[in-house]
């Protein structure tokens, strides 16, 4: 380790330490210190803070000197926390203190004018916004990567039948294209809400101070462009108190693990050996401590069971904003561990759940003989009347009583006898055996949305210029901030 990691005067002492007499006790330190959470941001407090030295010399508070010693000392600190070569110190207070701390260890008096015209507050949201703009490009990428996988699925079994459930009986055939497309359809609503979130947390703070601002010459809009914001927060009140991008996003993560859970229940009941639709790799699933022949889907399982914890995260930090007044409450010290906690389960169930799929076999011919039966076929008997004229609900009532027969007789609605689609009504014809196959039940719903293979290829089109629309460009490339 570097000697600039070397913590030797009193630099290091809390940033408001001034006012009083005696430190605080050890454990009120242990317990008020949030390091353990907000070093995950150190990179981008230091971006902040070479931003903030650049407009303080455009503002005329420090000299050109000041400025470059300061950014120079800043990126130091990031080369040597990038390398390994400083460590973040624990007993610090926070990142901001351990930055600032450090910065002057290594430059000096200089060091002690970055804070100038700034507060803890309005820097530690800023920090947030520009954390979160970047884990939000990065969840997004790995959303982009699942839609991917899905789609390339989808588009090898157009054909490849599959039984549609609602209250979990059968009720329509669909194909496995058709099915996957509903997750990833699902899954585009939550890279574009995360997307709509970025885009109202695209506004700094900085410049508002503790609550009300400063009679310092501080430019705020040349800061916030610097960082690359859309512009700036209209009220220096609400610039500290807001957390909105924290419960937006946090809200946004608990429907995206829904989505995932709601997919990984289909696939433990897929894997099971009643329906044996789906063959996971072994590499994403476990065996049994007892009984040697099983194989579960404990991956998904997991994904399913972390979904609670998500949103324990989110209906923590809604509670601790619930009843808080303005402008800024060391309560709010408390929404990082939740909000990194919630994102930190989403996008790694996100990457898990992508490979799990990918490496997924479909059995294609147990999931088409399951189309057989289960009366998949009734409403198109139903339609069939419907086209010839008959009201729905009346040709609802005939299609129901042949398959009543049916089912006295033990046999699919395509094994009848004629003589009782006759006895039924003398609108049928022969031509109704050949109508109601599964893959002509599939194949003749083409209405927008509708599992027939050309509609599907259209839904495949469309997901795919999404991920085109939306994949980063090299100018947009993600920085790791974790440490």
């Given at each position: 380790?570097?000697n600039?990691?070397?913590?030797?005067?009193?630099?290091?002492?809390?940033?408001?330490?001034?006012?009083?007499?005696?430190?605080?006790?050890?454990?009120?330190?242990?317990?008020e210190?949030?390091?353990?959470?907000?070093?995950?941001?150190?990179?981008?407090?230091?971006?902040?803070?070479?931003?903030?030295a650049?407009?303080?010399?455009?503002?005329?508070?420090?000299?050109?000197?000041?400025?470059?010693?300061?950014?120079?000392?800043?990126?130091?600190?990031?080369?040597d926390?990038?390398?390994?070569?400083l460590?973040?110190?624990?007993?610090a207070?926070?990142?901001?203190?351990?930055?600032?701390?450090?910065?002057?260890?290594?430059?000096?008096?200089?060091?002690?004018?970055?804070?100038?015209?700034?507060?803890?507050n309005?820097?530690?949201?800023?920090?947030?916004?520009?954390?979160?703009?970047?884990?939000?490009?990065?969840?997004?990428?790995?959303?982009?990567k699942?839609?991917?996988?899905?789609?390339?699925?989808?588009?090898?079994?157009?054909?490849?039948?599959?039984?549609g459930?609602?209250?979990m009986?059968?009720?329509?055939?669909?194909?496995?294209?058709?099915?996957?497309?509903?997750?990833?359809?699902?899954?585009?609503?939550?890279?574009?809400?995360?997307?709509?979130?970025?885009?109202r947390a695209?506004?700094?703070?900085?410049?508002?101070?503790a609550?009300a601002?400063?009679?310092?010459?501080?430019?705020?809009?040349?800061?916030?462009?610097?960082?690359?914001?859309?512009?700036?927060?209209?009220?220096?009140l609400?610039?500290?108190?807001?957390?909105?991008?924290?419960?937006?996003?946090?809200?946004?993560?608990?429907?995206?693990q829904?989505?995932?859970?709601?997919?990984?229940?289909?696939?433990?009941?897929?894997?099971?050996?009643?329906?044996?639709?789906?063959?996971?790799?072994?590499?994403?699933?476990?065996?049994?401590?007892?009984?040697?022949?099983?194989?579960?889907?404990?991956?998904a399982?997991?994904?399913?069971?972390?979904?609670?914890?998500?949103?324990?995260?989110?209906?923590?930090?809604?509670?601790?904003?619930?009843?808080?007044?303005?402008?800024?409450?060391?309560?709010?010290?408390?929404?990082?561990?939740?909000?990194?906690?919630?994102?930190?389960?989403v996008?790694?169930?996100?990457?898990?759940?992508?490979?799990?799929?990918?490496?997924?076999?479909?059995?294609?011919e147990?999931?088409?003989?399951?189309?057989?039966?289960?009366?998949?076929?009734?409403?198109?008997?139903?339609?069939?009347?419907?086209?010839?004229?008959?009201?729905?609900?009346?040709?609802?009532?005939?299609?129901?009583?042949?398959v009543?027969?049916?089912?006295?007789?033990?046999?699919?609605?395509?094994?009848?006898?004629?003589?009782?689609?006759?006895?039924?009504?003398?609108?049928?014809?022969?031509?109704?055996?050949?109508?109601?196959?599964?893959?002509?039940?599939?194949?003749?719903?083409?209405?927008?949305?509708?599992?027939?293979?050309?509609?599907?290829?259209?839904?495949?089109?469309?997901?795919?210029?999404?991920?085109?629309?939306?994949?980063?460009?090299?100018?947009?490339s993600i920085?790791?901030?974790?440490?």
């Amino acid at each position: 380790m570097s000697n600039h990691g070397t913590i030797t005067n009193d630099n290091h002492a809390a940033l408001w330490h001034g006012r009083f007499k005696e430190g605080p006790d050890a454990d009120a330190v242990k317990f008020e210190t949030s390091i353990n959470d907000d070093m995950r941001m150190a990179f981008v407090d230091i971006e902040g803070s070479k931003a903030h030295a650049k407009m303080l010399c455009k503002s005329g508070l420090i000299s050109e000197n000041e400025r470059n010693q300061i950014i120079d000392g800043l990126d130091s600190i990031r080369k040597d926390l990038a390398s390994d070569q400083l460590k973040v110190d624990l007993s610090a207070e926070d990142i901001h203190s351990f930055i600032e701390a450090t910065l002057t260890d290594r430059i000096g008096e200089a060091g002690k004018k970055v804070h100038t015209g700034r507060s803890r507050n309005d820097q530690i949201a800023l920090d947030e916004k520009l954390y979160l703009r970047h884990q939000i490009k990065k969840l997004g990428s790995e959303i982009l990567k699942l839609i991917d996988v899905l789609v390339k699925i989808a588009s090898e079994n157009k054909n490849s039948l599959i039984p549609g459930f609602t209250h979990m009986q059968h009720a329509q055939p669909v194909t496995l294209a058709h099915h996957l497309c509903a997750w990833a359809w699902m899954f585009s609503r939550d890279f574009t809400r995360l997307r709509d979130a970025a885009k109202r947390a695209d506004f700094s703070p900085i410049g508002s101070c503790a609550l009300a601002g400063s009679g310092l010459p501080l430019d705020r809009a040349y800061e916030a462009e610097l960082l690359g914001f859309s512009g700036v927060t209209d009220n220096s009140l609400d610039s500290v108190s807001d957390r909105d991008y924290y419960l937006e996003v946090a809200s946004d993560l608990s429907i995206l693990q829904m989505h995932l859970s709601r997919a990984c229940e289909e696939i433990v009941c897929w894997s099971t050996t009643e329906f044996n639709f789906v063959d996971l790799s072994e590499k994403w699933s476990t065996g049994s401590s007892i009984m040697p022949q099983k194989k579960n889907p404990d991956f998904a399982e997991l994904i399913r069971g972390k979904t609670g914890r998500v949103y324990g995260d989110m209906v923590a930090l809604f509670t601790m904003m619930k009843g808080l007044p303005l402008a800024y409450d060391r309560d709010m010290q408390e929404d990082k561990s939740s909000f990194f906690e919630a994102y930190d389960t989403v996008i790694s169930s996100v990457r898990i759940f992508t490979e799990m799929v990918r490496t997924a076999d479909w059995n294609k011919e147990l999931m088409a003989a399951a189309c057989d039966g289960g009366y998949l076929n009734a409403t198109d008997i139903a339609d069939y009347l419907v086209c010839k004229g008959m009201p729905f609900r009346t040709a609802h009532g005939v299609s129901a009583g042949l398959v009543r027969i049916a089912i006295e007789k033990n046999c699919r609605l395509e094994e009848l006898d004629f003589t009782e689609y006759e006895k039924a009504s003398n609108l049928f014809e022969k031509d109704i055996f050949e109508l109601i196959k599964p893959e002509k039940c599939v194949e003749i719903r083409k209405t927008i949305g509708g599992p027939s293979p050309s509609e599907v290829q259209k839904q495949i089109e469309k997901l795919s210029a999404f991920i085109k629309d939306n994949t980063l460009t090299e100018e947009d490339s993600i920085d790791d901030f974790i440490i």
